[in-house]
T-cell receptor, first 111, second 114 residues
Framework: GEQVEQRPPHLSVREGDSAVITCTYT??????FFWYKQEPGASLQLLMKVFSSTEINEGQGFTVLLNKKDKRLSLNLTAAHPGDSAAYFC??????????FGHGTILRVHP | EAAVTQSPRNKVAVTGGKVTLSCNQTNNHNNMYWYRQDTGHGLRLIHYSYGAGSTEKGDIPDGYKASRPSQENFSLILELATPSQTSVYFCASGEDWTSAETLYFGSGTRLTVL
């Protein structure tokens, strides 16, 4: 079955620096990719979902890159601020509809 | 806005006891899910449901039962709780199983089994 590895498990950056979280997956039939954000004490909320036909997706203050050849998905926070401090989870959905989550990354942004 | 509410937020149980975790959603979503979150494992799917009266086994169903008595409510039942079931449990609802379904999560229940 699908294996999703997410790195790093913990990440600490200064305000204004970039922060990159990466997930690699194994199933070449994976088609949908998600990033969820979990703020302290809160529930997971969808940050972005991308499809295998799109390689670069930009949100507010972040970019999601998908490299299908390397089976790699990354979340790049371009200028992190303390409000970005949270746990981030990638999730990968194969064309079977089965969703597999990464183990999560706890990001801490220092003022 | 989508709303998924879990209760209780925290629970301490004894080994061998029965535990019921409750989840209510006001999204009118057909699909509901129970996950557990453990360090080093991320979120793992325990049970899910396509609608009232339906329950399906996820990836790690052993030791758990589920009940979906209505569109809004989905319960996770531990008949004989064990310390290995100490974890944080998340309920989620989703609107479309077939394509890139967005999940709406509750705030989680922290369960400790002594």
């Amino acid at each position: 079955g699908e294996q999703v590895e997410q790195r790093p498990p913990h990440l600490s950056v200064r305000e204004g620096d970039s922060a990159v979280i990466t997930c690699t997956y194994t199933d070449p039939n994976s088609y949908y990719f998600f990033w969820y954000k979990q703020e302290p004490g809160a529930s997971l909320q969808l940050l972005m979902k991308v499809f295998s036909s799109t390689e670069i997706n930009e949100g507010q203050g972040f970019t999601v890159l998908l490299n299908k050849k390397d089976k790699r998905l990354s979340l790049n926070l371009t200028a992190a601020h303390p409000g970005d401090s949270a746990a981030y989870f990638c999730a990968v959905e194969a064309n079977t509809g089965k969703l597999t989550f990464g183990h999560g990354t706890i990001l801490r942004v220092h003022p | 806005e989508a709303a998924v509410t879990q209760s209780p937020r925290n629970k301490v149980a004894v080994t061998g006891g029965k535990v019921t975790l409750s989840c209510n959603q006001t999204n009118n979503h057909n699909n509901m899910y129970w996950y557990r979150q453990d360090t080093g494992h991320g979120l793992r799917l325990i049970h899910y449901s396509y609608g009232a009266g339906s329950t399906e086994k996820g990836d790690i169903p052993d030791g758990y039962k589920a009940s979906r008595p209505s569109q809004e409510n989905f319960s996770l039942i531990l008949e004989l709780a064990t310390p290995s079931q100490t974890s944080v449990y998340f309920c989620a609802s989703g609107e479309d199983w077939t394509s890139a379904e967005t999940l709406y999560f509750g705030s989680g229940t922290r369960l400790t089994v002594l």
